[in-house]
Nanobody, 125 residues
Framework: QVQLAESGGALVQAGGSLRLSCAAS????????MGWFRQAPGKEREFVAG????????YYADSVKGRFTISRDSAKNTMYLQMNSLKAEDTDVYYC??????????????????WGQGTQVTVSS
């Protein structure tokens, strides 16, 4: 059974940094595109960043380009999201996901894709 477990969410001041982790288990994700999404209460879940596991090709939402960096460690089957220069508007629950399809316009999770349980990021201004 596939499981994705996020960690690293916290309360941080504006301008600070956080690194989120997503540990994948149950299978190898070397053939997948994986990514991060975020969601605020009452709003739709939105794409943040994606990475093609084997090629290490990355995709970013315009709102985070230049501030966030997505990466993966194949040996650990773990994906990361380094978040710098955090803003109050980055406050959300962050979810990792596997089995995405991506284009220059962003990424979406396939109907057969997987989600983690989410981790809260709160940025105080």
């Amino acid at each position: 059974q596939v499981q994705l477990a996020e960690s690293g969410g916290a309360l941080v001041q504006a301008g600070g940094s956080l690194r989120l982790s997503c540990a994948a288990s149950g299978r190898s994700f070397s053939s997948y595109t994986m990514g991060w999404f975020r969601q605020a209460p009452g709003k739709e879940r939105e794409f943040v960043a994606g990475i093609v596991w084997r090629a290490s090709r990355t995709y970013y939402a315009d709102s985070v380009k230049g501030r966030f960096t997505i990466s993966r460690d194949s040996a650990k089957n773990t994906m990361y999201l380094q978040m710098n220069s955090l803003k109050a508007e980055d406050t959300d629950v962050y979810y990792c996901a596997a089995d995405l399809y991506c284009s220059s316009y962003g990424c979406h999770v396939s109907p057969s894709g997987y989600w983690g349980q989410g981790t809260q990021v709160t940025v105080s201004s």
